[in-house]
């Protein structure tokens, strides 16, 4: 079993930053994989970026260049930096961690509005 707990959203200008982190615990020597997924209001979840045990990372399209995601090993934690937000990022952002089951956190809101 593998538990993750998001934090960092909330409110944010047009073109600013916030930076959410993902904590694992549990079975994490099982994670094969995190990542951050998002779910804007009346739309389907949506994948942001992974990142595999490796480092390898992968990024939708839309945040290609603007967010940025890395994890620290030692304190099992994923980040992902998002920079140059727009208000179509406003969203409910998922954290996964997949180990050949996906475990999902609660979610955190960020808003993105002037």
């Known amino acids: 079993q593998v538990h993750v707990v998001e934090s960092g959203g909330g409110l944010v200008q047009p073109g600013g930053s916030l930076r959410l982190s993902c904590a694992a615990s549990?079975?994490?020597?099982?994670?094969?994989?995190m990542g951050w997924y998002r779910q804007a209001p009346g739309k389907q979840r949506e994948l942001v970026a992974t990142?595999?045990?490796?480092?390898?990372?992968a990024y939708t399209g839309s945040v290609k260049g603007r967010f940025t995601i890395s994890r620290d090993n030692a304190k099992m934690t994923v980040y992902l930096q998002m920079n140059s937000l727009k208000p179509e990022d406003t969203a409910v952002y998922y954290c996964n961690a997949r180990s050949g089951v996906d475990y999902w956190g609660k979610g955190t809101l960020v808003t993105v509005s002037s």
């Open positions: 549990g079975s994490i020597f099982s994670i094969r994989s």
């Open positions: 990142i595999t045990r490796d480092g390898s990372t």
